[in-house]
């Protein structure tokens, strides 16, 4: 159990890996085991498990009771509401051990709080699921989605705002095209 | 971290505020931060985490697993379900932070379990949230919501019973009646 | 607090009943409660907790993050999604207690990881509840439901998988037939 000065771990936390990013910070009660990879400027909120084998980029924001299997890729800059529920089995049964399946949230994603992810699944770049809902396939980037399950409503931008839906244009300045169904910046 | 006679914390919660009323129990690995303040009467299940800037009023129920996070409001008499998520963020995004949106619950309301809440909201008082609930808006006051988005269901007592609801009279004896689009008690 | 060889429990765990059987795990920051039977071969995850007066069977899954109050009885093989929410209280509200109701999930039944199971019912035998679900009364035997509130889609077999709807047969070679509105075993 590693703590070098580079990055912080509360005290009631129990971290397992050395190999997490500088000025990251760990929370309480949380579990980071052996063989994780966590990048710098994160933060991982109270009672959070991280299982080994996951990896988890810059930037990310992981906030209190979220359990991260392994199959579950993180990139950078993503947001990962409090309670939200990861998976990596699509069909479990005690006794009936199945292959996993992996989950990809792609950089800059927000999830919503108390949101359910399935597996086999990505959800795309800079998306917005909103909170309470239950992602059954994966998710084009850009989307604001929700619900259960969870359906495209909007377009997003980087900054999280929603877009216009007819000039694809962001307050923040930002504007977009869509190119076949995806969503590109221009 | 004070512990006086006066309030109750199992051995693995740490506690960092003493503004908490007599008589509040506090179960394990429950983590409430300073500037915290916590009326009497009140119980606080496992696996909490209580954000500083959160004020709880008496005799609330707070079951295991749930985050407080500052911007939320609790009154006195509030019952929070197993599980429940609240938020203090309408918008999340890593590297873009933005203000707080605040939630207030107010008087003798119950959250079902597992429900999920959103922020820049009111639940009114002796509301009822039915379990795995998602709460887009506020509530009025006396309303028994529930579903993914909540919508008003029925009229409920300051007991919890529902309305029957053409006379709006509980089984407990408690009348009331309709005050343009809300409920008052007569 | 026992540990006897037999069994084992991680170094923050909290077990204060002696009733488990062998072979079972119980990992980080999780607490059984005194006056608890939990069988053979059972692994019970992170943050989780048990109360006083459950009972559960012999390998038995119960994944992160979850509270099993008394009131609830998990039959044998059952698996116990992650941060799945649990209840016996149909209708909660501080300073009104009421009887506990009874939850029943019997013998190698599946619930998906995040589902809110309302109690005062029983999921049968063998059954699949999709993640996500909000569950809200029983739940017959070999039924996948999912939803919420969850409603019936499938037939699946002990293994887990979906039956072929016409023939009722499953790849793993079980074939089965309708007995009134009952799915059993030919």
Chains 1, 2, 3 share one sequence.
Not at 47 to 58: P, Q
Not at 77 to 86: M, S, T
Request: hydrophobic share 35%; charged share 20%; with cysteine.
């Amino acid at each position: 159990m590693g703590k070098p000065d580079k990055y912080f771990a509360h005290i009631s936390a129990i971290v397992e890996t050395e190999d997490i990013g500088n000025n990251t910070r760990i929370w309480g009660f949380s579990h980071i085991m052996e063989d994780v990879v966590i990048g710098e400027n994160c933060n991982i909120g109270e009672h959070c498990f991280i299982e080994s084998g996951v990896r988890i980029g810059n930037d990310v924001i992981i906030k209190n009771g979220i359990s991260i299997w392994n199959g579950v890729i993180i990139e950078d800059g993503v947001f990962l509401g409090p309670h939200i529920v990861l998976t990596n089995d699509l069909n479990p049964r005690s006794g009936y051990p199945r292959p996993l399946s992996k989950t990809k949230i792609e950089k800059g994603s927000s999830i919503g709080a108390g949101s359910v992810i399935l597996s086999d699944l990505t959800i795309g770049r800079h998306c917005l699921i909103g909170a309470g809902s239950v992602v059954t396939k994966s998710v084009k980037s850009h989307s604001l989605v929700y619900g259960n399950p969870a359906t495209f409503k909007k377009w997003v931008c980087v900054c999280g705002n929603v877009l216009d839906r007819r000039y694809l244009k962001c307050t923040c300045g930002k504007k977009y095209k869509l190119q076949g169904e995806d969503l590109v910046e221009t």
